[in-house]
């Protein structure tokens, strides 16, 4: 990308868009474009064509969708689908019909099979069934995905996808409900520590293995993608390593400064027992991680504690 190329990045109000927006004020790019969801509602086919077509955006950063935590996706599975697939639809095609040079599209690693080999390569995509919590917001995001490769087969564009891994950090969703697990987390020990609670009780034993990371360092290969990747295949977006759950509640508790009993309640579920992407593609392109957990938690919390509407979000 050129330095004054025009650069679109949609939901840059959100965690990853505003990451993304960040990095490429930070690398110099001076012009980039952004629509609130108030001023441009991505699912409206006719608006999103109106907007393409007058913008004409050179480069595509696709960072908007309906995103949420187990909870969220699990009781409203039909909206998670219709609005993430006619969003993504409307924008690729959109940026394809106006001459978009280069798209990247962001989606999750839940797209990969529930019983999936760990580390999961890019590989594993489609071979054996999904996640039902998640189903439908997965089957949104592999069809944005696979939309990309049909155009590149079809009509030669160069339009690209990353799967990150658990993220967090700045601008993060904190909702009780419908956050993820390290930000609800963050905020309870932090409630709990305000509130002086002796104890703080946590779903499942404490044993599933996770990956998280740091919104900033996807945000950076994000731009690295853009910059350096072409391919249909997806790119997985990690660190590579893995905590358990009772080492993750243990480290944010630490971070955040309480002291109180972490209880385990297992007659919650524990979800899956291991979730780590492998993350050697990335590698082999010339990309890593570079902030660690415990350094990336407390820029969070830095965050949450000097934006209190983020916990309102
Ligand atoms: N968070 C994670 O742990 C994680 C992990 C892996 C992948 N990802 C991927 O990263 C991407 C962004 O996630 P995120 O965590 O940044 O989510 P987020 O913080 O909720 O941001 C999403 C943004 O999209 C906007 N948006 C949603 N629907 C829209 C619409 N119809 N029209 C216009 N804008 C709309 C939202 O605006 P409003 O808030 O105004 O609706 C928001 O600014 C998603 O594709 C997600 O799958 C996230």
């Not at 908007?64 to 909206?79: C, F, P, R, T």
């Not at 997806?234 to 759950?245: D, S, Y």
Request: aromatic share 10%.
């Amino acid at each position: 990308m050129e330095k004054n190329a025009k650069i679109y990045v949609a939901g840059h109000r959100g965690m990853v868009g505003s990451a993304i927006v960040r990095a490429l004020e930070k690398q110099g790019y001076t012009n980039i474009i952004t629509r609130t969801h108030k001023e441009l509602d991505l699912t409206r086919q006719d608006a999103v064509e109106e907007f393409f077509a007058k913008e004409k955006p050179e480069y595509v950063f696709l960072a908007a969708a309906k995103v949420g935590g187990i909870e969220a996706n699990q009781s409203a599975l039909a909206d998670f689908m219709y609005e993430n697939m006619i969003l993504e639809m409307n924008v690729i095609h959109a940026a394809w019909k106006n001459g978009c040079k280069k798209l990247e599209f962001l989606g999750s690693s839940c797209i990969y099979p529930r019983m999936a080999p760990q580390p999961m390569k890019e590989s594993c995509l489609l071979t054996s069934e999904l996640e039902k919590t998640n189903e439908a917001y997965a089957l949104a995001k592999i069809s944005g995905l696979k939309y990309c490769e049909f155009l590149n087969k079809q009509y030669g564009t160069d339009y690209i996808s990353v799967m990150p891994t658990n993220l967090y950090g700045p601008n993060d969703n904190y909702h009780p409900t419908h956050s993820h697990v390290l930000p609800a987390m963050l905020r309870r020990f932090h409630e709990a520590k305000e509130a002086g609670l002796e104890k703080v009780t946590c779903w499942g034993d404490g044993s599933p293995l996770r990956e998280f990371l740091y919104v900033d360092d996807l945000a950076d290969m994000c731009v690295f993608l853009m910059n350096n990747y072409s391919g249909d295949e997806t790119v997985n977006a990690g660190t590579g390593k893995e905590l358990t759950i009772k080492e993750l509640a243990e480290t944010i508790a630490r971070v955040v400064g309480y002291e109180g009993e972490i209880e385990w309640d297992t007659s919650k579920p524990n979800g899956t027992p291991r979730k780590l992407l492998d993350v050697s593609k990335a590698a082999a392109l010339g990309w890593t991680y570079k902030t660690e957990l415990e350094d990336g938690i407390r820029l969070a919390y830095d965050d949450f504690l000097n934006n209190p509407m983020r916990a309102e979000r």
